[in-house]
């Protein structure tokens, strides 16, 4: 019989479908429109992805490169033949020494990032986004010592981290 058991497709008496429409009664007896509500649904799960993407959701910084380097007594002074006094000068000679005046010691590893003459000169605010603690600081001042470069991107730009060994 039409309209007897639960899940006919015939409408009975207090039941409203109009398959062309979607509209079905709810619990308390409202026509609903499913299709109009699921796109809704579906439009504002894609707008909170958008949202959440836009608040700069922490993304982890990038490695762009790593190098080994040999502080010799050659990389303590500029082309000037004065003494250099801060660890980001001594860092842009070295690899100037390497790629442009090719002055390279034991230990000394070429690198991709300062190959460029640009890149050599943002070497001090890189080094002052990065890290170097003062002991390794001190040590790569007074030369003669190995020591470990990496260049990195992060959200606020590049920064070098540097290692004594």
Request: with cysteine.
């Amino acid at each position: 019989m039409a309209g007897q058991g639960r899940g006919d497709d015939v409408v009975g008496a207090g039941e409203y479908r109009a398959m062309h429409n979607r509209l079905i009664p709810d619990v308390n007896g409202f026509c609903r429109n499913l299709e109009l509500e699921m796109r809704t649904g579906l439009f504002a799960a894609a707008l909170a992805g958008m949202f959440v993407a836009s608040m700069g959701v922490a993304r982890a910084d990038e490695l762009i490169e790593s190098y080994n380097a040999y502080i010799g007594q050659d990389d303590l002074y500029n082309s000037s033949n004065e003494r250099l006094t801060q660890p980001w000068q001594v860092i842009r000679q070295d690899r100037a020494n390497v790629h442009r005046f090719g002055i390279r010691q034991p230990g000394d590893e070429t690198d991709g990032f300062f190959a460029s003459a640009r890149n050599r000169e943002l070497a001090e605010r890189m080094l002052s986004h990065g890290r170097i603690d003062s002991g390794a600081a001190r040590l790569l001042l007074e030369g003669d010592v190995r020591i470990n470069v990496q260049i990195w991107r992060g959200a606020h730009g590049d920064y070098i981290n540097i290692n004594v060994d």
